[in-house]
């Protein structure tokens, strides 16, 4: 007896070859990292934001101070502009009573003029000036002079301030990209940590004295604050906003960046095998800047996904330090 074999419709042998044949792609995708390697690619992701932090800093602390400089320029140009205008009445007023007194016949074409330049030349071409009236003249003259300093000098200003703008966008478009991608990395490894800014901290113990005391009660009072970029307080901080409000605490004024706050210290430098309470330690690439808390411990404000806390040194490992300094 012959045995029939039905054939197979080309449709549905393709479905069964679907169904059986594993995906080619998935085949080829990447599989998941393992932990050890997601920790190595947020290591990674942490010395960038670190470095990309300061430079944010960096380009906001720079438009502050053009702000600054462009409020006390235009605050002494409005001054100026003040001046000018009382000597212009000043001289206004000279002019009409040496008119009515029938001193001068140009009087009267001085008068109208806006320009300070033309009714100066004006005025400059009458030879019957007293001594009194000369000198007015010089003075209006040297004032409108300033005036003119003072507002090229403070629109010069707000121009580097608007000019500002653009660089912090750029830096804070890079902060937030490695933000996304160590937030995404810490809830996998199950590490995010969001902090309280509302915490009180705890209170400072150890052996500082003098203002070095202060500084560390202070940087105590924000344990669990949530590390946040370009935190200055006193809800969240950043390392180098943690440092510069810590030190100011004890009566220091640090800049306000890690690589500005090594900078300021060249000349106050300590070999890490000296440390005191409340020098500054600065680890390699100056990226990041934590206070030295005696016991082998440091108080930092680490990254995003942390808090402010104590670290011991040797966990941290101190071969990533670069140096310290004492302000």
Known sequence: MQVRIARVPVAAGLVLVTLTVPFAGAAAADPRPTLAQA??????????????????NTATDKQQKAKKKYASLNTE??????TVDGLRRQLVGMA?????????????????QQNPGTMLGGLASVSQLTASRSQSLN????ANRDLRAKRTAAEKALDEAKATVDEIEDEKKKVEELIKQQTKL???LNSYNKGNPDSQGMKYTGSASGNARQVLAFAYAQLGKPYRYGGTGPSGWDCSGLTQASWRAGG????????????WGAKRKVNMNALEPGDLLFSHGLGHVGIYAGGGKMVHAPQTGD????TPLSSYGNSRFVGAIRP
């Not at 690619?41 to 932090?53: G, H, I, M, R, S």
């Not at 140009?77 to 003040?82: N, P, S, V």
């Not at 220091?252 to 900078?263: G, H, M, N, S, Y």
């Open 96 to 112: 009409v009573t040496a008119y009515q007194g029938g001193e001068l016949a140009s009087w009267p074409g001085l008068l109208t």
């Open 252 to 263: 220091v004024t640090l800049p306000r960046t890690t690589w500005q706050q090594w900078a």
């Open 186 to 188: 810490l809830r996998r």
């Open 39 to 56: 920790r190595a690619k947020l290591a990674k992701l942490n010395a960038q934001a670190d470095k990309v932090v300061d430079q944010y």
């Open 139 to 142: 003075a209006f003259d040297v």
């Open 77 to 82: 140009y409005t001054k100026q502009l003040k």
């Open 307 to 310: 808090v402010v806390k104590i």
